[in-house]
């Protein structure tokens, strides 16, 4: 099938990402585009959007200017880890007794900016190939951090997300998401891209999300 789709994308590239959300994938959070998502936390430091639909997960954060978002999400007995600097890379732990480990580096790629059809194209094709997608920090509005999750990846109803954010004006301090229970999401090797082959995750107490909302 993802196949035939990208076939279909290769022969006719306009008509597929004119009836794409990647289109709009800019790192701009407009007003009229926040009145079809639903808010999950608001605090000083960020806010965090939702919306889901038949096909795909969107997730918004709106904060100061950042280098980085990193964002863990939970499933069954899952954790992808999505990052979206310069580059956007992914890499996924599964769970053992006490911990999650991996044996994965993060795959980097899609580092381009620009809004051109070309590029557009490729996000495209990055979603197709990897199951998600977001906007480079170079994009669009300061702080605004924009995600597009095929809801085909996720096994379960139901999946609990964290993340750690990057502050340009403090590198070297992490913004937490959930502040006080990110937990290990949070660390500074994991959201600056530089991993450890184990974490102590507990996705019980991050943000839980249900995908039938």
Request: glycine share 4%.
């Amino acid at each position: 099938m993802k196949n035939f789709i990208l076939l279909f994308l290769f022969i006719c590239p306009t008509l597929a990402i004119a009836q794409h959300p990647v289109e709009n994938l800019d790192g701009n959070i407009y007003p009229e585009e926040l009145a079809n998502y639903q808010e999950i936390v608001l605090t000083d430091k960020y806010s965090l959007y939702k919306k889901i639909d038949s096909d795909y997960i969107y997730l918004s954060i709106q904060s100061q200017k950042i280098y980085v978002a990193s964002l863990c999400i939970e499933n069954k007995d899952q954790i992808s880890i999505l990052h979206a600097s310069s580059a956007l890379g992914k890499i996924d732990y599964q769970k053992r007794d006490r911990d999650w480990a991996t044996t994965e580096d993060f795959n980097w790629g899609m580092r381009e900016g620009e809004m051109d059809e070309e590029t557009i194209q490729k996000r495209l094709y990055y979603l197709e190939e990897f199951g998600w997608v977001a906007n480079t920090m170079d994009m669009g509005e300061v702080g605004n951090t924009e995600f597009i999750l095929e809801r085909s990846l996720f096994s379960e109803p139901r999946i609990s997300i964290a993340a750690g954010l990057i502050p340009a004006s403090n590198p070297e301090f992490i913004i937490p998401i959930p502040s006080e229970t990110a937990g290990e999401c949070a660390s500074n090797s994991l959201v600056a891209g530089s991993p450890d082959e184990e974490y102590s995750f507990d996705p019980d107490s991050w943000i839980k999300i249900n995908l039938s909302n």
